[in-house]
Every structure is written in structure tokens, then in C-alpha cells.
């Protein structure tokens, strides 16, 4: 099937089988929702099926992850264009996505994870009082697609005929992605979500995020933990030495039977059930010529799991936000390390950033202008070109802080719009 073919219906979709040569990433997995939905993956794609829920459910992980996509997000975006009148059309439309920053967090989050976020643009119309008798298509939300929904087919005839697929429940069926700038009546196409790519590589076409360098840490982390709480009990228990008198031994082991007295193996046994009440009611009676000795265990095991999982909880933090002091206070430190390590996360932060950006002024800013261009066009607005448009995420602290270093008033710091 080509990418120029139309679109299929409901009845072909569910008669479509679905292409018997796949690209399959080492990490994607079943997804057995609440809901009793079952995707039917091949089974290559459930070789790690715990890959997705031990990644995002690691406190060391979901911590530093948060602190670096909070910091990317931004509070707020701003908006530059070369006609003031489009700048506030652009605001406006924009201003109809509900939780607009969490979907930026979620946005950075998935990508730096999994290496590709996919996000479905939802629409609606709206008629503005400023502008009366045009309609104007404006976003209302983005929603995260589980990355899981997705794969890459290839038609067995054709092996240069490559595309995305999406699974849909209620055909129970992979659709095709099409783009409709050639087919423009296709069911789903790629201009209705937002891909935001973190490493694309060539031999990684699901491409690549940095869970998979996570996933060795995290997962030998929760073994160790594991170990620790199972071992716990043992540690926190002396371990407890009966002594009794080799010559009352020797004495009771060759008494006759009959005599009320036990041989040797007897004594002992009996000893140890001394030993065993002693530990549950920590009090023990015991002939006064033989001894119980307690030797206390000390935390030397449960350091050397603390010390691994400690270690693993740093290579996250550094993995994620190239830093440790940004969220890890030490015993001693200095302003200058402190200050070094905060222009690292700096790094990343404005490089997620850069991503975000690139990414909204391509499939969300270009997209809501295409969807209402006759607007424009009875606006006498011309269409921008490639670059006419800058989105900047931006947070309050930063403002302030350059005005600050700046010497200038918040009004007259620049004339660009700002968007929550």
C-alpha cells in the first residue's frame, strides 16, 4: 500500500493485515490497560515488557526527571513575529490549550525517556467578537499517545514503502499515518499530533531515548532493594551461641535410657529451643554451667547494598541532569562547585528547551495558521515564511533576572506577546 492510496474504511481496515515485516525496538511491550484493552503486538515487542513500569515508576528517576522538565517547560511562552496583528491571533488561538505547561512537561519527559513523544492535537471552532463573521479553528489540548500504540511497517513488496501505524481500538486494527498533504482525506495523518524527537539515529528508527541507559541502573537498583528489606529482619536479629559443658555431654550421652536423662543430641536440640524463645520473648533459663553468648550482626551488609543503591541513585542524577549538587546536598561543598554544576543542568535544561520550541513552531504554531489561513488572507495578513516565527519558553526568575542584568524596566525589556 502506498502512500498515495485513499483512505480505507471501517470494513477494509478490519479485512488490512497488518505488514509481516516490522521494524521492532528492544524495549517496546503489551500494554494491558485498566479498561480490559489488549494490543495484539507480535511477540518480539514484549521482550521487556517491565521496561515501561519499572523506568517511570524509580523515585530517583521520576525526581530528577521532574526537576528538569519543570525547568524546561517553561511558566510561560512568548511570541515574535513580524506583524503585531498576527502575533496576538497566534496568543489567542494558543490560549484554548488547557494545561498547555504540563503538556510541555510531559512532552520533554517522554522524549528524554523513550527518544520520541507523540502528542494528538485536538481542535474545535470558535468565533471571535473581534473579528465577526470569521471562524476560527483553535487548539483545546494535547494528549500524550503511548509510544507503545505506535510502529513502523513495511509493505513486503515494496521495501522502500515505509510508514507508521497506529493501533486503534475499535477496529482493532494498526492504521497508517498518512500525510495528507497527499491524501487529504486520510483517517489519521501526521499532521495531527506533535513528534518531538530527542536522538534520532539511523539504526534506531523508534529512535532513542536515555531510559534505555536507565533501565540496567534502575532495574539492578530495585533487586538490591529488594535484597535489603528481605535481609533486613536477619540483620536486625543478633545471632545467638549456646555453649554447655562438654563434660555434662559426655556424662548425659552415656546415661541409660530410662534414667530421665537424654543423650547428647537431645540436650542440644533442647538447647536450641532455649536459643529460639529466647529471641521471641528475650528471656531464656538455663543450667547455671552453661552459657549464651550474643553476637550482634552490625550494619556491614546493609552499607553495601546502601552504598550500591546510593551509587545507582547519583549515575541517575547525572544521567538526567548532569549534575549531582543540583539536587543532592553534600557534607561540604563550595559556591564555585555549586555554581558549576548549575550551569550543566543549565545546559540541558535550555537544550530541552531548544527542542520544545523547534518543535511547537513546526506542528502547532504552523498548524493552527494553515487551518485558518483564509482568515488571514481576509485579514490582508500575509502567510509567514520558514523562520518568521520565534517561540520562546521563558519563566518569571528568568525574566526578572535579565532585567535585572539588563538595567531595564519589565515594560521595555522586548515587544514580544507572552502566552501562559
Known amino acids: 500500500m502506498s502512500p498515495g492510496d485513499k483512505s480505507l474504511s471501517i470494513e477494509e481496515l478490519k479485512e488490512k493485515k497488518p505488514a509481516n515485516i516490522q521494524f521492532v525496538t528492544n524495549y517496546i511491550t503489551e500494554l ?31 525526581h530528577a526527571l521532574n526537576i528538569v522538565s519543570l525547568m524546561s517547560a517553561g511558566e510561560f511562552f512568548e511570541l515574535a513575529t513580524q506583524n503585531e496583528q498576527l502575533t496576538k491571533i497566534i496568543i489567542k488561538g494558543l490560549s484554548y490549550i488547557r494545561r498547555f505547561t504540563h503538556a ?62 497506529i493501533y486503534d481500538a475499535e477496529t482493532d486494527r494498526y492504521i497508517k499515518i498518512e500525510d495528507r498533504n497527499i491524501n487529504p482525506f486520510a483517517p489519521v495523518a501526521i499532521q495531527d499530533y506533535i513528534w518531538t524527537e530527542y536522538e534520532r539515529e539511523e539504526m534506531s528508527p523508534y529512535k532513542r531515548g536515555v531510559g534505555e ?10 533487586r538490591a532493594i529488594q535484597a535489603w528489606s528481605e535481609l533486613s529482619e536477619k540483620w536486625g536479629q543478633p545471632f545467638l551461641v549456646g555453649q554447655i559443658k562438654t563434660a555434662m555431654l559426655a556424662y548425659n550421652a552415656a546415661a541409660k535410657a530410662g534414667s530421665g536423662m537424654g543423650d547428647a543430641s537431645e540436650i542440644m536440640k533442647n538447647f536450641v529451643g532455649i536459643l529460639e524463645n529466647m529471641r521471641a520473648r528475650n528471656v531464656a533459663v538455663i543450667p547455671d554451667h552453661d ?15 546502601q552504598q550500591l543503591i546510593d551509587y545507582i541513585d547519583k549515575k541517575i542524577q547525572l544521567l538526567i541532569l548532569g549534575a549531582e549538587l543540583t539536587t543532592i546536598a553534600p557534607s561540604v561543598g563550595s559556591y564555585a562547585l555549586g555554581q558549576a554544576h548549575k550551569g550543566i543542568t543549565e545546559s540541558i535544561v535550555n537544550y530541552n528547551k531548544a ?28 502567510f509567514p515564511e520558514q523562520g518568521e516565527i520565534k517561540l520562546f519558553l521563558s519563566d518569571r526568575r528568568s525574566e526578572k533576572e535579565a532585567e535585572m542584568q539588563e538595567g531595564v524596566a519589565p515594560s521595555q525589556h522586548n515587544m514580544r506577546e507572552l502566552g501562559f
Open 213 to 222: 541507559i536507565l533501565y540496567l541502573l534502575v532495574y539492578i537498583k530495585n
Open 355 to 382: 527542542i520544545v520550541e523547534e518543535e511547537l513552531e513546526r506542528d502547532l504554531v504552523q498548524d493552527f495558521l494553515i487551518r485558518n489561513k483564509y482568515n488571514l488572507i481576509a485579514l490582508d495578513i500575509d
Open 104 to 165: 510541555r512537561k510531559s512532552m520533554i519527559q517522554k522524549a528524554f525517556l523513550y527518544g520520541l513523544s507523540i502528542q494528538k492535537k485536538n481542535w474545535k471552532k470558535v468565533v471571535w467578537r473581534n473579528f465577526p463573521g470569521l471562524v476560527w479553528e483553535v487548539p483545546t489540548s494535547l494528549l500524550e499517545v503511548d509510544v507503545r500504540r505506535t510502529r513502523i511497517e513495511r509493505n513486503v513488496s515494496d521495501k522502500t514503502d515505509i510508514w507508521w501505524s
Open 291 to 305: 552459657a549464651i553468648k550474643v553476637h550482634e550482626h552490625g550494619n556491614q551488609g546493609a552499607n553495601i547494598l
Open 32 to 62: 494491558r490497560q485498566k479498561i480490559g484493552l489488549y494490543l495484539p503486538f507480535i511477540p518480539e515487542q514484549s521482550e521487556a515488557e517491565d521496561f515501561f513500569e519499572i523506568i517511570e515508576n524509580d523515585a530517583a528517576v521520576s
